[in-house]
């Protein structure tokens, strides 16, 4: 339940970055800025191994307090919210030392490695009023899909049926040539993980829960430890049938989900983020004009932003509130994702619910499998 009393009434939420690199001086350190000047945020903190790299960061964005200790930076600073904006595989220890210094947290994704890393981060929550840790899904927000939602949601175009999901993306020989990509060890897979899981996260949001996962995948292409293109099918529990493509092959770039309803098509196709001229709704024949333009009533164009989403974070924390994407919510595209790459090495179709402790895939994306080699002959030596 929501404290009665926030303890962040009446004053600006004080913020702190976890990682100077490409994410946190790009996306994140934007985002809280203009928090910032709308009076919601300070940004009292930045750490980062590197000390020069977090004395830059610092340096040009007016932070006050460089750090190159975590620990160090919670006990000192005392921060109400920590944006965790490097690799996957230090989420885990970082956002629990947040959590324990009672910061909120909101993390970059691939939100960790395993389930088993989540369940270790959720059991570090707050259970009345947070903290809790939040992933960075943006996609979910904004005018497009609230609106899209709101019409699943209300079965407005009947029934959804059959539904398409792309991130087809291209990565070549330089992008792996740096030391942490392409790893089991450091990003965990490939472009299910890394690339779509975005795509994966909105899918979910608006068709709701998933039963069943048959994958295809390979490397095909470059000689790296992950896979680079995966098919999925998938079914969800309120019947409707799903592909799921995901690659880093692909020269025509393009993120797409398309949904056919009984009553109407929703298509969305962006390659990043996405605002209202992205969507596409097209009803079946016999749909009145009228009822077809509410549906493509989207509103004002508010886009895909990653400024929307922290925005609503900080109203979750001054409400005590979960925030979406946290806990169970936030745990469903990593349950998929981890199915997928079970179904993959297995060639056997994963159930929603199978993956519990015990599982080596619980543990990790690629479970107790020697290497990447799901179909083995059909890919092509690097």
Known sequence: MPRSTSPFAGRRIRAAVIGTGAIGRGPRLPALARLAEEGETEIVAAVDIGADAV??????????????????MLAERRPDLVTVCTP??????QTVAALRAGAWVWREKPPVPSLADF??????????????AAIVFQHRLGSGSRHVRRLFAGRAMGRSLVAHCRTTWYRDSAHYAVPRRGRRHTEGGGPAMGHAIHRTDLLLDLLGPWSEVRVMAGRLVHDVETEGVSTALVRFTNGTSATVVNSV???????????????????????????NDHWRITPAPDVPAGQAALWRDFGPDVPSSRLAQPRELIANMRAGERPRSSGADGRAGLELITALYKSAFTDVTVRAGEIGPGDPYCTALHGDAPGWAPHAAQEVPA
């Open 249 to 275: 092959l692909s020269p025509g770039e393009v993120s797409r989900i398309r949904i056919d309803c009984e009553r109407a098509t929703v298509e969305l196709t962006h390659l990043y983020g996405h605002a």
């Open 55 to 72: 004395g830059t960061f610092c340096d040009r964005a007016g932070i006050r307090q460089a750090c190159t200790d975590l620990d160090r």
């Open 119 to 132: 369940d270790a981060i959720e059991a570090e929550e707050g259970v009345d009023g947070g903290p809790y």
């Open 88 to 93: 996957p595989t230090l989420h885990r220890a």
